[in-house]
């Protein structure tokens, strides 16, 4: 059985989801009560609860025959964040000079499709799984032709056909899915009424890829 399946959990039931990042800090306290903090997880790590967003019968069957194609938490799969789905503003439309994933050197091709948060001591995240035609890259605030790169949907490897001259400024813009696993391996889903359902807590993860 493959490890990871590229297929999309049902976007609707998705977009109810609740969830976002966590992150593992340890924190030492002295007998003074000053403490000391220690980052454990260099990246921050995502987690929902799609149980919350089935509102009916026909989603609790759709979720139940993912659930049962993806095998529980065998096969990880793709993950459409309700919060956090694109390069830009979540209400925005991506753009080519969205955000900074390189600097040419004359030589080097590729480039790893990343996103920025926050601006006092920025996060850089990954993007491995970006979603097919929205990636948008542009050189030196030159959009370039989708002629001119290519993207590999399983990693967010961005190959350009021309090295971006040295210092030259790329960038990118793109829709992006996040890779998760069921963090289950059983489902218990209720009838009321014959159509709504009662549906406890179906958490899936984050995969780090």
């Known amino acids: 059985m493959a490890a990871f399946l590229d297929i999309v959990f ?24 000053k403490e000391e903090r220690n980052q454990q997880w260099a990246n921050s790590r995502r987690s929902w609860d799609v149980g ?7 989603e609790a069957e759709q979720v139940l025959s993912f ?12 993950f459409c964040d309700p919060f956090d789905l694109r390069s830009c ?38 993007i491995s799984k970006p979603k097919p035609d929205s990636v948008l890259v542009a050189v030196d605030g030159v959009a370039l032709d989708e002629t001119d790169f290519s993207v590999d949907h399983t990693t967010g490897l961005v190959t350009l056909a021309v090295p971006p001259a040295a210092g030259a400024a790329v960038t990118a813009g793109f829709d992006f ?4 696993r069921f963090d289950t391996d059983g489902l218990s889903i209720a009838w009321e009424n014959n159509a ?14």
């Open 177 to 180: 899915f996040v890779p998760v």
């Open 67 to 78: 659930f049962e194609d993806v095998r529980g938490r065998l096969s990880g799969f793709l």
């Open 196 to 209: 709504l359902v009662s549906v406890p807590s179906i958490p899936i993860v984050e995969l780090i890829l």
């Open 10 to 33: 049902p976007v609707k039931v998705g977009f109810g989801a609740t969830g976002g990042p966590q992150r593992k800090t340890q924190v030492v306290q002295s007998g003074s009560g």
């Open 52 to 58: 919350t967003g089935i509102r009916d019968i026909y």
């Open 89 to 126: 503003a979540i209400l925005g439309k991506p753009g080519a000079m969205d955000q900074a994933i390189g600097t040419g050197d004359g030589i080097a091709t590729a480039f790893q499709l990343t996103k920025m948060y926050g601006s006092a001591n920025p996060y850089r995240r990954k």
